[in-house]
């Protein structure tokens, strides 16, 4: 069973809860809510075509076992430059003082590729010891570019080796997800 805990506008207002946390980041529009829903089997994480929806930390407890965040997006949604720096402010504090975070999952949309802000995330990542992994979203779309850039995992030594491939809408990818997560 999943139930939305709540959504924080700062790292101090989470929960201290002993549960480990899957935390999902990415460009705005690259599909989180839609791929968070498909994991998880539910409508629990609220979708919308405009870029830059989710603008808070949004927690999910799946089986009073595992807590999912859902963490806004970056790179495109149309906010104040200081609301921007603010959001990157405020995930680059979650990612360093939560001891609870399991893994960041980064997704990319793979019809476009990695953008400077997801590289720079992943050195950011890099740096500090962050694990994480690249996910790409929305295999089932056409990819619009033949000059996406390759993600080298030894230029990325936080980066768990394995690329996963997902599409929410196909539903496909998912069970490797899942299995990492711990849901059945």
């Known amino acids: 069973m999943i139930k939305f805990v709540g959504a924080f506008d700062t790292v101090a207002s989470l929960p201290n809860t002993m549960f480990p946390e899957y935390a999902f980041v990415g460009r705005s529009n690259v599909g989180k809510s839609s791929l968070i829903n498909a994991i998880v089997g539910a409508n629990v994480a609220r979708t919308s075509n405009t870029p830059g929806r989710t603008q808070t930390l949004n927690l999910f407890n799946v089986d009073d076992r595992i807590m999912i965040v859902d963490l806004p997006g970056y790179g495109y949604a149309r906010v104040s430059r200081g609301d921007a720096l603010r959001w990157l402010y405020r995930l ?67 980066m768990i080796p394995e690329i996963l491939e997902t599409s929410a809408e196909k539903k496909t990818g998912l069970d490797a997800l899942r299995t990492i997560i711990g849901i059945k």
């Open 92 to 158: 680059e504090e979650y990612l360093m003082t939560r001891r609870q975070l399991r893994r960041l999952f980064i997704l990319i949309d793979s019809r476009i590729g990695a953008r400077p802000a997801d590289l720079d995330l992943m050195d950011f990542c890099d740096k500090n010891g962050i694990s994480y992994q690249v996910v790409y979203t929305k295999k089932d779309k056409r990819v619009r570019e033949q000059t996406q850039s390759k993600i080298d995992y030894n230029v990325h030594p936080a």
